[in-house]
């Protein structure tokens, strides 16, 4: 079945421990994106990833990083979390670009960071 | 940065009958793309409507924009208990990205 997997789907966590939230596609996407939404705010982006190795900073980087090793996946990694962050994250692929390709969404995962 | 903005913020209707929802949106767009999501699920793609294009239908969706006015509509038609759900427009502030709305949502009341 074509599928984006999150790990985990729920986390709660204190300020200040790294974590890293995991995403893969097994639908051979080039282009992969990960979000945040936030009550009210609707989703903003965060990182995209063009292909391996490439990738780029989305309207709301700062606290992020992001790694493209391999086609299918593509971590969030948070080096010293902080409250601020706490959001449900969406990681997402298309076979191209964002603007000319529907988005595939996986199911989320809910981080909670006090 | 947000580029489109739903409206109505939120919307309830009886079954069967049609929901409207406007999306409007600040610069110019090559594409226009409408989401839905069901209570903090991930977000599902309905339709993908281009510059060049007036109108689409998927079923019982129907989608409008109208380039001069910066504006895009989805009209769910006969509505079902299942298609309560956030509504979101998504415009490409460029080809590399997304810019979504904060969605519209809609409860449809048995």
């Known amino acids: 079945e074509a599928q984006v997997t999150q790990n985990p789907r729920y986390l709660i966590t204190v300020t200040g421990k790294k974590l890293t939230v995991t995403c893969s596609q097994n639908m051979n996407h080039e282009y992969m994106s990960w979000y945040r939404q936030d009550p009210g705010l609707g989703l903003r982006q965060i990182y995209y990833s063009m292909n391996v190795e490439v990738t780029d900073k989305g309207d709301v980087p700062e606290g992020y990083k992001v790694s493209r090793k391999e086609k299918r996946n593509f971590p969030l990694i948070l080096e010293s979390p902080s409250p601020n962050q706490t959001s449900l994250y969406f990681c997402?692929?298309?076979?191209?670009?964002?603007?000319?390709?529907?988005?595939?969404f996986g199911p989320g995962t809910r981080l909670t960071v006090t | 940065s947000q580029q489109g903005e739903e409206d109505p913020q939120a919307l309830s209707i009886q079954e069967g009958e049609n929901a409207t929802m406007n999306c409007s949106y600040k610069t110019s767009i090559n594409n226009l793309q409408w989401y839905r999501q069901n209570s903090g699920r991930g977000l599902v793609h309905l339709i993908l409507?281009?510059?060049?294009?007036r109108e689409k239908h998927s079923g019982r969706l129907r989608v409008t924009l109208d380039t001069s006015k910066k504006s895009s509509s989805l009209l769910i038609t006969a509505s079902r208990a299942a298609d309560t759900a956030s509504y979101f427009c998504?415009?490409?502030?460029?080809?590399?990205?997304?810019?979504f709305g904060a969605g519209t949502t809609v409860t449809v009341r048995a």
């Open positions: 998504a415009t490409d502030a460029n080809d590399y990205k997304l810019s």
């Open positions: 409507i281009r510059s060049n294009e």
């Open positions: 997402a692929s298309s076979p191209g670009l964002a603007g000319l390709y529907e988005q595939y």
